[in-house]
């Protein structure tokens, strides 16, 4: 199972910018995608970014044009780099890996989360 540590997270006013990190216990570079998601209190976790081992990226539409996703294989880490950071943002953030394990079988692993809280 691949361990995931994010860090990053904190207090920031509106407008702000936070960059959140991700390490994986293993090599990255084969994984089918990494994520981040979110959990706002009360709320179900949603999905923030997506980037492929292609490099291919999707955002949330909440977040468009002001959050990037971005991955560094050698270092095992993925980036969520949040700029003009709004209340609404405010949530417990956490990293998600997809990779194989079998030729058929695809696996999640969760980060532990890191808090992220805007204040206006």
């Known amino acids: 199972q691949v361990q995931l540590v994010e860090s990053g997270g904190g207090l920031v006013q509106a407008g702000g910018s936070l960059r959140l990190s991700c390490v994986a216990s293993?090599?990255?570079?084969?994984?089918?995608?990494m994520a981040w998601y979110r959990q706002a209190p009360g709320k179900q976790r949603e999905l923030v970014a997506r980037?492929?081992?292609?490099?291919?990226?999707n955002d949330a539409d909440s977040v468009k044009g002001r959050f990037n996703i971005s991955r560094d294989n050698a270092k095992n880490t993925v980036y969520l780099q949040m700029n003009n950071l709004k209340p609404e943002d405010t949530a417990v953030y956490y990293c998600?890996?997809?990779?194989?394990?079998?030729?058929?079988?695809?696996?999640?692993?969760w980060g532990q989360g890191t808090q992220v809280t805007i204040f206006s």
């Open positions: 998600n890996a997809k990779y194989q394990v079998s030729i058929e079988a695809e696996v999640d692993s």
């Open positions: 293993r090599n990255i570079f084969n994984f089918n995608a």
């Open positions: 980037i492929t081992s292609g490099g291919s990226r």
